[in-house]
C-alpha cells in the first residue's frame, strides 16, 4: 500500500549505496545547468578557501619570528597582510555556504521534478500506495523529508569537503615529506588508516538504523494523518482511547528506534572526537624527525626555527585534520546512505514489471457501447467486485481473463469513484470544478464563457451557495474544500466536474449513494440532456429508473446481463436514450 509497508527493509552501507547514488546523479542534474555551475562555483571557492587557508596558517610563524627578533616594522606589515587575508578567506567561507545551499535548491527541484515524473507517471503512484502491499513504505515521506535530508547532506555538508580533499591531502603530504619525511608521512596515513577501518565498522549499522528511523517517522506521521482526517468518524465510534493505544504504540516504536539509533552514534562521535583532537598532540611528535633525528634545523636561530616550528605544525596538523574531516563525514555519510537507499527505491520499484492477480471480476461487457445508446447499471452484493469491475474499465487494474474492448479514445471516458476526491491546497472553486485539468491563463471571452457555464451548472446541482462560501470562483480559500463541504455536496461537486467536461461516457461507482434521491433524479437527467452516456454501480433500486440494462455482479463469478423492462420515459428530447 505504500503508507506503511509490511516488507522490512534491510539496509547497509556498502557498495549498493555507491551504485544508488550513480543512479541518482543524472536526476540531481537533470535538465539543469545550473546545479553544474553552482557545483563548480563551490568547488572553485573551496579551492580558493583552502589555498588561503594554507597562508593564512603561516601568519603564525612569521608572527613569532617578528616578535622574537623584535622587528616592529615587519610586524606591523604582517599584522596588514594578516588583516586583509583573513578578510578575504572569511568573504570565501560566505561564498562557499552560498553557494553549497544554492546547489542544494538546485538538487532538491531537479530531484523532486524527476520523481515526480515517474511518481505520476502511468498512475505509478496509485500502484505503489494502493495496490502493492508489500512494497515501499510512505513514499510521500520518502519524496518530501527524505529528499531534503538527502540534498542538504550531500551539497551542504559533504561535497565541500569531500571534492577539495584530494587536491589538500595530495599538497599537506608533499609538505610534510619535504620536512618529515616518509616516517612522518607513514605515520600520519597509519593513523588515517586505523581511523577509517574503524570509521567503516561503525557507519554500517548507522546506515541501517537511520533508514528504519525515518521508516518509524514515517509511520507516526501517517497515524496522525490517518486521525486528522478522520477525526468525525473516529469521535462517533467514541474511539479516542483507541487511538491515543495506537498513536502510543507506534510512537513507541519510532522511540525505540531512535533509541537504538542514538546509541550507534556514541562510539562513532567518541571515535570521531578522538581523532580531532589527538592529531594535534600527534603533530608536535612528528617534529621529533627534522629537529632531533634528522637535524634539518640545527644552522637556524631560535626566531627562524620558532618560525619553522610553527609551520610545519601547522602543515602536519592540516594533512591530519584533512583525513579527520574525512572520518567526520562517516556520519553524515553513513546517514546519507540511507536517505540514499531509501529514494531510490522508488526508482527501482518503478522499473520493476509488475503483477496485479485479481481474480475478482473479468468479463466483455463494453461491446454494447459500440454504435447504441443504452445505458447500464451495475448491481451487486457488497465484495462481489464492482470497484474491481471500474478498476479494470480505468486500466487500474489489468484483466488477466477475458477481454475488455473500448470504441473510445481514453479521453472519451471519465471515472467518478466512490469516494469524492478534492485535492488539497487552498484551490479555488474553479480549480475545484475544471479538476482534473490545469487552470492556466485563458482569454477574458473564453473565462466569461466558462464562467458562465460553471454558474449554471452550480445552479443545476443546487451548489449556488458554494459561490457565497467562498466569495466568487477565482477567490483564495483559506480552508480545504474536503473540510467543509458535507458527503453530498461532496458527490454533487465531483458530478458537476462530469457535467463541464461532458465526456461521451462516464462511469459512476456509486457516486449518488450520499445525495437524496431527488437530487439522484436531478443528476442522471441532467446527464441525459447532456447526451453523457453512463455506467453505473450501486445499489439504490432506485437507480433502475434511469438504466436500460442490468449487469448483476454475484459471489463466486456469477453474473447475468438483462434489460430493464419498464414503461417509464425521460422528460427529453427524442435523440435521447430512452427507457421502455
Known amino acids: 500500500m505504500g503508507k506503511m509497508g509490511r ?7 556498502g557498495w549498493q549505496v555507491v551504485v544508488r547514488l550513480f543512479d541518482l546523479i543524472p536526476l540531481l542534474f537533470a535538465k539543469s545547468r545550473m546545479a553544474i555551475l553552482f557545483a563548480i562555483l563551490t568547488l572553485g571557492c573551496t579551492i580558493g578557501k583552502e589555498v588561503l587557508a594554507q597562508k593564512s596558517g603561516k601568519v603564525t610563524g612569521s608572527f613569532y619570528k617578528e616578535l622574537l627578533r623584535r622587528d616592529e616594522k615587519s610586524f606591523w606589515n604582517t599584522f596588514a597582510f594578516a588583516t586583509g587575508l583573513y578578510f578575504v578567506q572569511c568573504l570565501l567561507l560566505a561564498l562557499v555556504a552560498l553557494f ?6 538546485c538538487f532538491r527541484k531537479n530531484l523532486v521534478s524527476s520523481l515526480h515524473n515517474i511518481y505520476f507517471n502511468n498512475n505509478f503512484y496509485y500502484t505503489i500506495n494502493s495496490i502493492d502491499d508489500q512494497g515501499i513504505d510512505n513514499p510521500d515521506q520518502r519524496i518530501t523529508q527524505d529528499v531534503e535530508k538527502l540534498c542538504n547532506l550531500l551539497a551542504v555538508t559533504i561535497l565541500p569537503s569531500l571534492l577539495v580533499s584530494p587536491f589538500v591531502i595530495g599538497y599537506y603530504t608533499y609538505q610534510t615529506w619535504s620536512t618529515a619525511g616518509g616516517f612522518g608521512v607513514g605515520i600520519i596515513y597509519l593513523y588515517f588508516v586505523i581511523g577509517a577501518i574503524l570509521n567503516r565498522i561503525l557507519v554500517s549499522p548507522l546506515t541501517k538504523w537511520a533508514a528504519k528511523v525515518e521508516k ?60 580531532d583532537y589527538y592529531g594535534g598532540v600527534l603533530s608536535y611528535a612528528i617534529q621529533v624527525f627534522p629537529i632531533f633525528i634528522f637535524g634539518t634545523y640545527d644552522d637556524l636561530d631560535q626566531a627562524s626555527l620558532s618560525e619553522k616550528i610553527s609551520n610545519n605544525a601547522f602543515y602536519y596538523i592540516y594533512l591530519i585534520n584533512s583525513f579527520t574531516r574525512l572520518t567526520d563525514l562517516a556520519m553524515n555519510i553513513g546517514e546519507l546512505g540511507g536517505y540514499i537507499l531509501r529514494v531510490s527505491e522508488i526508482l527501482h520499484c518503478s522499473r520493476r514489471e509488475k503483477g496485479i492477480e485479481n481474480d475478482a471480476f473479468t468479463a466483455e461487457v463494453i461491446d454494447d457501447l459500440q454504435g447504441r445508446k443504452d445505458l447500464s447499471f451495475s448491481i451487486s452484493p457488497s465484495g462481489a467486485g464492482k470497484s474491481s469491475f471500474i478498476r479494470v474499465l480505468a486500466e487500474l487494474w489489468p484483466n488477466l481473463t477475458g477481454t475488455v474492448r473500448r470504441y473510445l479514445p481514453r479521453c472519451d471516458y471519465f471515472f467518478v469513484p466512490q469516494r469524492p476526491y478534492l485535492p488539497v491546497g487552498r484551490m479555488s472553486l474553479r480549480k475545484q470544478i475544471c479538476f482534473p485539468k490545469i487552470v492556466a491563463d485563458v482569454r477574458e471571452d473564453d473565462a466569461d464563457d466558462e464562467t458562465e457555464r460553471i454558474s449554471k451548472i452550480l445552479l443545476e446541482l443546487h451548489l449556488t451557495q458554494l459561490i457565497d462560501t467562498c466569495g466568487g470562483l477565482d477567490a483564495e480559500v483559506d480552508f480545504e474544500w474536503q473540510d467543509t463541504l458535507s458527503p453530498g455536496e461532496q458527490q454533487r461537486l465531483s458530478l458537476a466536474r462530469v457535467i463541464l467536461h461532458e465526456p461521451k461516457v462516464v462511469i459512476l461507482d456509486e457516486a449518488t449513494s450520499s445525495i ?64 421502455f
Open 7 to 13: 516488507v522490512e527493509q534491510k539496509y547497509r552501507f
Open 100 to 105: 553549497s545551499w544554492c546547489l542544494y535548491l
Open 216 to 275: 518509524a517517522e514515517g509511520d507516526f506521521r501517517f497515524k496522525h494523518v490517518s486521525v486528522r482526517n478522520n477525526a468525525e468518524e473516529s469521535a462517533f465510534y467514541r474511539a479516542a482511547e483507541f487511538e491515543k493505544a495506537s498513536s502510543n504504540q507506534i510512537f513507541d516504536v519510532l522511540w525505540r528506534t531512535k533509541r537504538t539509533y542514538v546509541l550507534w552514534q556514541f562510539p562513532t562521535q567518541a571515535l570521531q572526537y578522538f581523532f
Open 516 to 579: 437524496d434521491i431527488n437530487d439522484e433524479r436531478d443528476v442522471y437527467q441532467l446527464l441525459q440532456r447532456k447526451g453523457i452516456h453512463y455506467i453505473s454501480t450501486g445499489h439504490r433500486e432506485t437507480l433502475y429508473n434511469y438504466h436500460n440494462l442490468e449487469l448483476h455482479l454475484g459471489r463466486n463469478s456469477a453474473t447475468s446481463y438483462t434489460r430493464i423492462l419498464g414503461n417509464w420515459i425521460h422528460d427529453v428530447t427524442d435523440d435521447v436514450p430512452q427507457k
